[in-house]
């Protein structure tokens, strides 16, 4: 855990550690806060999430990890959970902070954090997809090392049938 103290003198508990039983929760409300803000997905399509689906899959993420290899950190302000990674075999599978605790170093810690995970697994590689249009993610990540690599998917998203709609990831990479 570190402690930074601010000009002012106020103090705040920073950290990145593994997720526990019990983090599901936090880690869902995190997730879905993200989602909202994010390109091409908004609140239409998160009101659509189960939510309960999405606390369970995380609650097996962390109590039975599917392979060596795979892990969920966390990032605390104090005691709460203001981010997550998801970090599998050379890849990281998700990297989010509560949009009202970004901008706070929670997400460097955690790339930080999720790196170390990768290479102590024996990875030499990072990879990880950006949503087009996700300005924020993408000047994180080229200030971080990485860069794009010509890699790209496209999802379906959408509320319905007829209002499903394409967006296009691209593949970001970096040698650790």
Do not use: C, Y
């Not at 997730?31 to 091409?40: E, I, N």
């Not at 605390?76 to 706070?104: K, M, S, W, Y």
Request: net charge negative; glycine share 10%.
């Amino acid at each position: 855990m570190a402690l930074f103290t601010s000009a002012d003198g106020a103090a705040a508990d920073v950290s990145v550690r593994p997720a526990v039983v019990g983090d599901e929760t936090a880690v869902t409300r995190v997730q879905r806060a993200a989602w909202r803000v994010a390109p091409a997905i908004g609140d239409d399509v998160v009101d659509l999430i189960d939510a309960d689906a999405v606390q369970a899959r995380w609650a097996d993420a962390v109590a039975k990890p599917p392979a060596r290899g795979f892990a969920v950190l966390v990032a605390q302000d104090g005691p709460t959970i203001v981010g997550f990674a998801a970090v599998a075999p050379g890849q990281l599978l998700n990297l989010e902070v509560d949009p009202a605790h970004r901008q706070r170093g929670h997400g460097s810690r955690l790339l930080s954090a999720a790196v170390d995970r990768l290479r102590t697994d024996g990875a030499e590689e990072i990879v990880t997809w950006v949503l087009d249009g996700d300005t924020g993610r993408e000047r994180f990540l080229t200030q971080s090392g990485m860069g794009p690599d010509g890699h790209e998917r496209a999802l379906a998203v959408g509320v319905d049938e007829e209002d499903v709609r394409s967006v296009v990831e691209r593949r970001w990479s970096a040698l650790l």
